[in-house]
């Protein structure tokens, strides 16, 4: 088993900065990557970035390309995602996951809101 914890949510105003982090405890030797996924009112959830847990290789969705960031600290069994110049539509609930190789996102943590309004 794994265990997510995000935290660093929370009210953002437009076109500054917040940065997410979700610290990873448990098996985490059965995961390869890991990532942020995000779900508003009435949508379906999101993916918004992923990196490699050993390698660092990211993909980044085109809707916060060149905005948000994903970076990982392994010595801390940590990711970050690094939201800057957020926008309004940004606004929601952000979960940290844990992939599992032939298994997909396996592992979810509770989720932190971000609010983007000014």
């Known amino acids: 088993q794994v265990q997510l914890v995000e935290s660093g949510g929370g009210l953002v105003q437009p076109g500054g900065s917040l940065r997410l982090s979700c610290a990873a405890s448990?098996?985490?030797?059965?995961?390869?990557?890991m990532g942020w996924y995000r779900q508003a009112p009435g949508t379906e959830r999101e993916f918004v970035a992923h990196i490699n847990w050993r390698g660092g290789d990211t993909y980044i969705a085109d809707s916060v390309r060149g905005r948000f960031t994903i970076s990982r600290d392994n010595a801390k069994n940590t990711i970050y995602l690094q939201m800057n110049s957020p926008k309004p539509e940004d606004t929601a609930v952000y979960y940290c996951?844990?992939?599992?190789?032939?298994?997909?996102?396996?592992?979810w943590g509770q989720g932190t809101q971000v609010t983007v309004s000014s």
């Open positions: 448990g098996s985490i030797f059965s995961i390869d990557f």
């Open positions: 996951a844990g992939r599992v190789p032939g298994k997909g996102y396996t592992y």
